[in-house]
Structure formats: structure tokens, C-alpha cells
């Protein structure tokens, strides 16, 4: 039976696909395809680890004490029925001989497809049950990590996606996924992404727009209502998943994808066209990344530079270890050489909120998991906190810009007293690297920002940095006292508030008139519908996910600014600003 799941729309596009559920579970679970000729070793793997957990059960029970309750050995044979029982382990085995699942992924599948098969089992007792498989498997899944390293390590040396040949891809569900675990299924093989939580600027959200691929967030119940392996499609533009479509609709989302790509196409061609308004304004269109990797996508997709490189993902998924100045510097180095001379904006670690760090002090931790994490000890607050990190940082970001041209980007500033402890710790930096004879070039330092105290000090803050980028996330989030990660309150996200814009417009207004560089680096930089309004209040500087920057080149070919200036007076008058830029809009035939 075919049924409709209602989120929120993140990511465009249509993707078609079989549903893979991420069963909860506190084991790291990585995702990827084995080889034909790999498939008897992962079948032998997972033979072998429920040999090890079979062997640990009989050693629980054999070392129990004389006085130990009956139903406690009781348990343990249940749990070794369970280990050994067709359903679990064979039926697992079907999962990786069949569809090349690597065997933790095989698992997972089967433990939700047994799930769902004890929620519906109308005695209590019965149901009950689940825990105990659920335990076994984790017992399975631990050994597995144990055999092949953590499991994001696993991901990250994992074969490359398999031809599907024909068969159908597939598409995540899940309650959640972590920032962290997000850059990992940028390796992976899935083609869209559907979530029970989130905001239209998660983290998740952002990641899937940034791998250009088609998500839905904050489906509530999509977890639930979807089994393994149903067959969906995810409208990202309605934010609608469809489960098990009718042959009509199929063939409908079908002709759309072909209609996306064909779009994809027309707007590729303006890669290499420069960004030039109606009237001559050339304006900067860069993009975000998260790895050096991604800078081959930054270059393919007409990008002049990188406007934001979040350094933060160097620091996940590392079981709490942090890189050292050598691994940054390598990294930073090779994403300044990957552009090829254009500019790289890398800030410094963003770390608190919605990506969290492994390694965390005991009080860290503790504000980490707080009532409001977002304003704790976050971004420059945490880097202060830790000045041998903060340091080690500035140190090789400053030597990978003997490579090329660099700038430093310093996230969530607010005092006046943390702009002083900044540059006291780059002019230490500097004079470190001067001692010791090390190469570096001019870097210039910049501000971000997206907290309403610094938009209302802009004039303050224009005295001490070289340039400032707008981070909209953060200063929508901050302005409206709206966590952007809470399901609760993502409706009253609105970056149209009159509030947000006039903040915005400030702080453009007063960079271009002490002749400071400014761009917006957040989620509406890479929203056509903001296009035309931050160009009427002067913005000539934008950052975004490569995969959005021909939609806003033709936007910005299409604009005469003299006529979108005078009419941003009555858009931030407007109240309602969101259905006056509209009208605007459609009275210029702008699509």
C-alpha cells in the first residue's frame, strides 16, 4: 500500500530508490558494497564474530556464581538461541551474498527487518523479546568493529559505490544523522536521504545539500512507517516521501528526474561564464567545502575561490584524538593547491551545538550536554579555551599560505575582549614562525558574523579585521532565539524576519563603506530567492555549496542592481518582506 510521509523540503531534486534503515544502535555502524570475490570473506567475518560472542555467553555462564539467579542463565541461553538462530545470522548472510552488504550493514538491515517483525507480534511478552535481540546484535556488531578498527575508519577505507547495474539504488532512513557520520555517507552509496528530525539548516540537511542530493527532514514518523527495503521516492522540493509508489506516480517522479537533469545541463553551461550583473557588477561566487577533496568540485562547478573551508570536520570522527599542526597543515595545503591560486577561506574549528567533539573535558562535556549547547563553549570560545590547539591551528593555517592565497575566518565572535585574545594569538603565531624560519605568506583575518552583537558593533568590529562573512544559520538561530536543531520550534525559523534583514543590511552596508570585504557564507548565499535582495543591499561577495552556484550565476546575470537597490527600502519596510520580494520578483519577470 502506498503511503505519503510529510517533512521538510532541504535538499531539491527527486530521488528513486530502495530504503535502507539505520537501526539505533550504540555501535558505529559503517555502510558499503564488498566485491563479488570479498563476499565469502565478510560471510566468513561474520561467522567468525558470532563464533567469538557464542564463545563469550558460554563463558559468562560458566563463570557464573552458584548463588546466581536461575533467570539469569536463562537469559544467557536465550541470547545464544538467538546468535544461532536462521532468522538472525543466516537470513544476514543472505543480505551480504545477495546484495554485497558489507557485514555490519547486513546486520543492521536484518535486526530491523526482526524489529519491526516483534512490534507487530500482538503478545506482550513476544514483544519484549526485541531488547534481546537488539542486545545480541550489538554483542555481534562490537566484535565486527573490533576485527576491522573502528567502524568509521572502516568507512573511510571502504571500496568505492558498486555499478548497480540495473538494480535499484538506495536511499537512508533514519531517525538522526550526525554531522560527523554525514561526511561519511559522502563516500557512501546512497542517493538521498530521509530523517525523522531536523531543520532546513541542520547539519544534516546541509551536508545532503552539499553531495547535491535529494532530502527530506523532520518526517516525524518516516522511521517507523518505512520498512527495509520498501521501494520510495523523495521529493525534495515538496519535502514529500512517497512509500511504495503506484506504477502512475513512479513513472511521473521518473520523466521529473529527466526533467532535473536536463535543467542541470542548461545551467551547467554557465560554469565558466563570469558573474556580471545586467549593469556591470562583477560579483564573487565561492564555495563552502569540508575536506581538501572537495575542491575539485568547488573548481568543476565555476567557483572563484573558497569562501569557507569548515576546518571542524578534520577534528570528527577521531575517537577523541585531535589532528596535530602537521596533519592540518597537509590538509589545509592541499586544498589551497587544489585551487590553483584562487582564494581559500578556512575557519578556524567550529566545534560545540550541533557537532560535537569526541574529546571533550569533563566541564566541556558537561556544557556540551546542557540545556542550551548553543551557547556554550562553542566555536573561538572553545578554541580559546585550548590556546595549545587554537595555536597549533593558526600555525598551520598560516604555513599552508606559502601555497597560495589564504584567509582566516574566525567563527561566533562577540566580545571585544575575545578580538584582542585573536589577534594577540595570531601575532604569537607569526612571531613563532618568524623565530623558526618558516615560510608564510599574507593572510588576512576575518570576523563571522552571526550573533546579533556583533551585527550591532559591525562599526566596532570593522577596526579590527581585514574582512567579515555573515554565517545566516547562526544569526537566524541567534536573533529569533530559535535552536535550529530542536524539531520543536524549526517552523519559526524564518530567515524573511524583518529583524534578520535588517541585520543583514547593516552589516553590508557598513563593511562597504570602511571598504572591508563582506560575502555570506550561510544557507541564503545558495537560496535563489534571496538572490536579488542581497545584491540590492550591496552583497558582491557569495559562498555556497558548489552544486548551487549556477542557479545563483543566472540570478546574478539576470540582476540590474540599481533597480534591486531601490527596491530593498521597501522590501525591509514590508511587513511581510518574504511576499513584497516576491511580488517584486514576478513584476521584473524574475523565475
Request: proline share 4%.
Amino acid at each position: 500500500m502506498s503511503i505519503q510521509v510529510f517533512g521538510i523540503a532541504v535538499s531539491r531534486g527527486v530521488a528513486i530508490g530502495r530504503a535502507v534503515l539505520v537501526a539505533s544502535s550504540r555501535i558505529d555502524v559503517a555502510h558499503y558494497f564488498v566485491a563479488t570475490e570479498q563476499v565469502a570473506s565478510e560471510i566468513a567475518r561474520l561467522h567468525a564474530a558470532r563464533d567469538v560472542v557464542s564463545a563469550e555467553l558460554e563463558g559468562l555462564k560458566r563463570d557464573m556464581p552458584a548463588d546466581a539467579p536461575h533467570e539469569l542463565a536463562a537469559l544467557l541461553d536465550v541470547h545464544q538461541m538467538i546468535l544461532h538462530d536462521e532468522s538472525l545470522t543466516g537470513a544476514t548472510q543472505v543480505w551480504i551474498d545477495e546484495r554485497h552488504y558489507n557485514a555490519e550493514w547486513a546486520l543492521s538491515a536484518q535486526l530491523e527487518v526482526l524489529a519491526r517483525q516483534f512490534d507487530d507480534m500482538e503478545d506482550a511478552y513476544l514483544r519484549e523479546r526485541k531488547a534481546d535481540v537488539e542486545q545480541v546484535v550489538e554483542r555481534l556488531l562490537r566484535q565486527l568493529s573490533h576485527q576491522a578498527g573502528r567502524a568509521a575508519g572502516a568507512m573511510a577505507s571502504a571500496p568505492p559505490a558498486r555499478d548497480f547495474g540495473g538494480a535499484d539504488p538506495l536511499v537512508l532512513v533514519a531517525n538522526d544523522v550526525a554531522p560527523a557520520d554525514m561526511m561519511q555517507f559522502k563516500r557512501s552509496v546512497f542517493i538521498g536521504f530521509v530523517t525523522d528530525v531536523g531543520g532546513r539548516t541542520s547539519h544534516t540537511a546541509i551536508v545532503a545539500r552539499s553531495m547535491d542530493i535529494p532530502a527530506v527532514v523532520g518526517a516525524r514518523e518516516a522511521s517507523r512507517l518505512i520498512r527495509q527495503d520498501d521501494l520510495i521516492v523523495i521529493d525534495g522540493d515538496a519535502g514529500v516521501v512517497i512509500v511504495n509508489p503506484s506504477d502512475i506516480v513512479l513513472e511521473e517522479y521518473r520523466f521529473r528526474q529527466r526533467q532535473i537533469v536536463l535543467e542541470r545541463a542548461r545551467l551547467d553551461r554557465l560554469r565558466h561564464t563570469p558573474a556580471v550583473t545586467l549593469d556591470g557588477h562583477a560579483v564573487e561566487l565561492l564555495a563552502n567545502i569540508e575536506l581538501p577533496a572537495d575542491a575539485a568540485a568547488a573548481l568543476e562547478a565555476g567557483a572563484v575561490g573558497v569562501g569557507l573551508f569548515r576546518s571542524e570536520f578534520l577534528f570528527m570522527n577521531r575517537e577523541g584524538v585531535l589532528p596535530g599542526e602537521d596533519e592540518q597543515f597537509e590538509a589545509y595545503r592541499d586544498a589551497v593547491v587544489a585551487m590553483r591560486g584562487l582564494p581559500v577561506t578556512i575557519r578556524t574549528v567550529d566545534i560545540g551545538a550541533d557537532k560535537p567533539l569526541e574529546r571533550m573535558s569533563a566541564q566541556e562535556h558537561r556544557n556540551e550536554h546542557g540545556l542550551n549547547p548553543a551557547l556554550g563553549l562553542r566555536a573561538i570560545r572553545w578554541s580559546l579555551s585550548e590556546p595549545s590547539m587554537f595555536r597549533q591551528q593558526l600555525r598551520a593555517i598560516l604555513r599552508a599560505s606559502a601555497y597560495g592565497k589564504v584567509r582566516l575566518l574566525i567563527p561566533m565572535v562577540a566580545q571585544l575582549a575575545e578580538v584582542r585574545a585573536i589577534m594577540e594569538a595570531v601575532s604569537r603565531v607569526r612571531q613563532q614562525l618568524d623565530d623558526t624560519a618558516v615560510s608564510y605568506g599574507r593572510v588576512e583575518v576575518g570576523a563571522m558574523i552571526e550573533i546579533p552583537a556583533a551585527a550591532l558593533m559591525i562599526e566596532r568590529f570593522l577596526r579590527h579585521f581585514d574582512f567579515v562573512s555573515v554565517g545566516t544559520n547562526d544569526l537566524i538561530q541567534y536573533t529569533l532565539a530559535i535552536d535550529r536543531a530542536d524539531q520543536a520550534v524549526a517552523h519559526l525559523y524564518d530567515p524573511w524576519h524583518p529583524a534578520v534583514l535588517q541585520l543583514l543590511h547593516q552589516t553590508i552596508k557598513s563593511a562597504n563603506a570602511h571598504g572591508r570585504g563582506v560575502s555570506v557564507c550561510g544557507e541564503m548565499a545558495g537560496d535563489p530567492a534571496f538572490t536579488e535582495l542581497l545584491l540590492g543591499m550591496g552583497l558582491r561577495s557569495f559562498s555556497m555549496h558548489p552544486a548551487q552556484i549556477s542557479s545563483i550565476k543566472q540570478r546574478v546575470l539576470r540582476a540590474d542592481t540599481r533597480q534591486l537597490a531601490a527596491a530593498v527600502a521597501m522590501v525591509l519596510d514590508a511587513a511581510d518582506p518574504a511576499a513584497a520580494a516576491a511580488e517584486l520578483a514576478a513584476s521584473r519577470g524574475a523565475r
